[in-house]
């Protein structure tokens, strides 16, 4: 996350990913070798944690709901959605419910996730619109999580979490030159103490706390180069550090990706060091990519790079255990943790009941403003997204599809008008920054129909493909087709040419709607998802 060196990181994306060269395709791969990026879906801001023989990852969702996803592997390598630290974006501001306003790009950012041996606590914590912390905690890590707390008079921002051999708890954070370190309470609800530990000649981000042997370390980022720094401190959390170049313009292992960015550390029960970082890839997100970590006899970490070139295959960390793929049918007997709300949901307005039951929960024409749009990470880089579509409750004024969801979007729908349903595909439709940087989105476009069909019956299947590889802007498209068999697709409209910029942040989704432009009272029916590389 960086909103204050905006034209500067944008330069560098921009000359890094010139010089990046691709990888190579995932059948040259030996089984005791993995492949770059370990998951292909827009997972940014990466933490690492190890509980035992368990891995766990937590990234940033921003206006996403709930937010802050879990994800748990055995190996480092094979990942799977387990469910998330931030239930609801509860920060006491109704723009996060869509009420009164947007809250686009506002919420979970660079936040970080650790477990408490001396109470078997998970703790996750992270800064809300730059002004305040909140504190999440749960006693099963797929359990439930509560708001624990919230520190009003201090943003973390970008900060990382150590909890210290004699359970102290520390964060460190900061943007711009300084970064600082807070301890926390005894019960980690409060801050008892914050000072400056290292003052830098450059503007960076994306801070990271770790402790081996006796020494302490902090990762931290300069998105303005493509540099990643090492900290190293041999007294104590609080410094005084001293720096070395961890990272610098190294190329990315995903063909066109962008520099690396905010990564995190963890080690292995037998004592190897690993490292994950995003690498800047619109318009699919930041998307993660792994490689080794090695000490030196002084105890500076350094990676593993050949001619500065993050590999696109490393030896596996651990024996492989695969875990549940990415893609696949959802039926929706439960919307599992890989879903997320654009926005806090109406809970209203949605149920389980053979598929997933949307009720129209907002009059509007803009789909930027419409709640319970229900949206889904697309593994890269090219998939299909297929929704079946039971429609036989939706009344005069109901749109209700799949989109390709981000701040230029598409989709492909149903549009009521009296009694009359029919296919429409929507393309144009515009957010833009009123700040004219990354914050304050408001919809400048609702788009406009490109083409419509006749449709008779009541269930229909919606399908978008998208190639969200990274790409020059101008070549990356998403298509939109339908069927009332489930076998025949036909196209419909013309292709979303998709926007690679990441003032945004967050990547492109699938995101399924259903929202009344008349008046509320129309449902429709989610019978199945299929996800399906393409
Ligand atoms: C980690 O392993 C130890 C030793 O087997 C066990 O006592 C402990 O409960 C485990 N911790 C967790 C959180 O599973
Ligand atoms: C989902 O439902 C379809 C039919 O509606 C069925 O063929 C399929 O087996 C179901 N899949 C799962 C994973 O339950
Ligand atoms: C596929 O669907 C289209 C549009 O409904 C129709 O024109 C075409 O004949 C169908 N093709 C087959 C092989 O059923």
Same mark, same amino acid.
């Given at each position: 996350?960086?909103?204050?060196? *905006?034209?500067?990181?944008?330069?560098?994306?921009?000359?890094?990913?010139?010089?990046? *060269?691709?990888?190579?395709?995932?059948?040259?791969?030996?089984?005791?070798?993995?492949?770059?990026?370990?998951?292909?879906?827009?997972?940014?801001?990466?933490?690492?944690?190890?509980?035992?023989?368990?891995?766990?990852?937590?990234?940033?969702?921003?206006?996403?709901?709930?937010?802050?996803?879990?994800?748990?592997?055995?190996? #480092?390598?094979?990942? +799977?959605?387990?469910?998330?630290?931030?239930?609801?974006?509860?920060?006491?501001?109704?723009?996060?419910?869509?009420?009164?306003?947007?809250?686009?790009?506002?919420?979970?950012?660079?936040?970080?996730l650790r477990f408490r041996p001396s109470n078997g606590k998970y703790y996750w914590v992270g800064c809300i619109d730059f002004w305040h912390s909140f504190i999440y905690t749960a006693d099963e890590i797929d359990g439930e999580w509560t708001q624990?707390?919230?520190?009003?008079?201090?943003?973390?921002?970008?900060?990382?979490?150590?909890?210290?051999?004699?359970?102290?708890?520390?964060?460190?954070?900061?943007?711009?030159?300084?970064? $600082?370190?807070?301890?926390?309470?005894?019960?980690? #609800?409060?801050?008892?103490?914050?000072?400056?530990?290292?003052?830098?000649?450059?503007?960076?981000?994306?801070?990271?706390?770790?402790?081996?042997?006796?020494?302490?370390?902090? /990762?931290?980022?300069?998105?303005?180069?493509?540099?990643?720094?090492? #900290?190293?401190?041999?007294?104590?959390?609080?410094?005084?550090?001293?720096?070395?170049?961890?990272?610098?313009?190294?190329?990315?292992? /995903?063909?066109?990706?962008?520099? #690396?960015?905010?990564?995190?550390?963890?080690?292995?029960?037998?004592?190897?060091?690993?490292?994950?970082?995003?690498?800047?890839?619109?318009?699919?997100?930041?998307?993660?990519?792994?490689?080794?970590?090695?000490?030196?006899?002084?105890?500076?970490?350094? !990676? +593993?790079?050949?001619?500065?070139?993050?590999?696109?295959?490393?030896?596996?960390?651990?024996?492989?255990?695969?875990?549940?793929?990415? !893609?696949?049918?959802?039926?929706?007997?439960? /919307?599992?943790?890989?879903?997320?709300?654009?926005?806090?949901?109406?809970?209203?307005?949605?149920?389980?009941? +053979?598929?997933? *039951?949307?009720?129209?929960?907002?009059?509007?024409?803009?789909l930027y403003a419409a709640k319970n749009t229900i949206t889904h990470r697309i593994l890269g880089p090219k998939a299909s997204g297929t929704i079946l579509l039971d429609i036989s409750a939706m009344t005069d004024g109901d749109r209700a599809g799949i989109s390709m969801f981000r701040q230029i979007s598409a989709y492909i729908g149903v549009k009521q008008t009296g009694n009359t349903r029919q296919l429409v595909m929507v393309n144009g439709l515009d957010m833009?920054?009123?700040?004219?940087? !990354? $914050?304050?989105?408001?919809?400048? $476009?609702?788009?406009?129909?490109?083409?419509?069909?006749?449709?008779?019956?009541?269930? *229909?299947?919606?399908?978008?493909?998208?190639? /969200?590889?990274?790409?020059?802007?101008?070549?990356?498209?998403?298509?939109?087709?339908?069927? !009332?068999?489930?076998?025949?697709?036909?196209?419909?409209?013309?292709?979303?040419?998709?926007?690679?910029?990441? +003032?945004?942040?967050?990547?492109?989704?699938?995101?399924?709607?259903?929202?009344?432009?008349?008046?509320?009272?129309?449902?429709?029916?989610?019978?199945?998802?299929?996800?399906?590389?393409?």
């Open positions: 996350m960086f909103l204050f060196h *905006v034209s500067l990181a944008l330069l560098a994306l921009r000359l890094v990913s010139a010089v990046a *060269v691709g990888g190579k395709p995932s059948v040259n791969a030996r089984a005791d070798t993995f492949n770059n990026p370990v998951v292909w879906e827009d997972l940014a801001d990466v933490d690492l944690l190890r509980v035992n023989d368990t891995f766990y990852y937590s990234a940033s969702t921003m206006h996403f709901s709930p937010g802050a996803p879990i994800l748990r592997s055995y190996d #480092l390598v094979n990942w +799977e959605y387990i469910g998330h630290s931030v239930p609801s974006l509860d920060f006491g501001d109704s723009k996060y419910s869509l009420d009164g306003g947007t809250a686009y790009i506002r919420g979970i950012w660079a936040s970080t624990a707390s919230s520190i009003g008079n201090n943003c973390y921002y970008d900060c990382g979490l150590l909890i210290d051999d004699d359970d102290k708890m520390y964060v460190v954070y900061g943007g711009g030159t300084d970064i $600082s370190v807070a301890q926390l309470s005894d019960d980690g #609800l409060s801050e008892v103490s914050h000072q400056v530990v290292y003052t830098s000649d450059i503007s960076r981000e994306g801070n990271r706390l770790y402790k081996r042997g006796s020494n302490y370390y902090i /990762i931290t980022d300069d998105p303005s180069a493509g540099t990643e720094y090492i #900290l190293k401190s041999t007294s104590g959390p609080f410094g005084p550090y001293e720096r070395r170049t961890l990272v610098a313009g190294v190329g990315s292992p /995903i063909n066109g990706g962008g520099s #690396l960015a905010q990564g995190a550390f963890v080690d292995t029960p037998a004592g190897d060091w690993w490292y994950m970082a995003f690498s800047w890839a619109y318009p699919a997100g930041r998307i993660p990519v792994l490689s080794p970590i090695t000490w030196d006899d002084d105890d500076w970490p350094e !990676t +593993e790079f050949t001619n500065n070139q993050w590999a696109s295959s490393y030896p596996l960390p651990l024996p492989a255990r695969p875990l549940q793929s990415f !893609t696949g049918v959802d039926n929706f007997t439960s /919307i599992g943790p890989e879903w997320e709300w654009n926005h806090n949901p109406d809970t209203s307005s949605f149920e389980l009941n +053979e598929g997933l *039951v949307l009720r129209t929960a907002s009059v509007t024409t803009d833009i920054s009123s700040s004219g940087g !990354t $914050s304050d989105w408001v919809t400048s $476009s609702e788009g406009s129909e490109v083409a419509t069909a006749a449709l008779s019956g009541t269930q *229909v299947w919606l399908r978008v493909t998208a190639d /969200i590889a990274p790409a020059a802007i101008g070549t990356t498209s998403a298509t939109f087709s339908y069927s !009332t068999d489930g076998n025949n697709f036909t196209n419909l409209g013309n292709t979303l040419s998709m926007s690679t910029d990441w +003032e945004f942040f967050m990547g492109y989704r699938f995101g399924i709607f259903n929202f009344a432009t008349s008046k509320l009272g129309g449902s429709v029916t989610v019978k199945s998802f299929v996800h399906a590389s393409a």
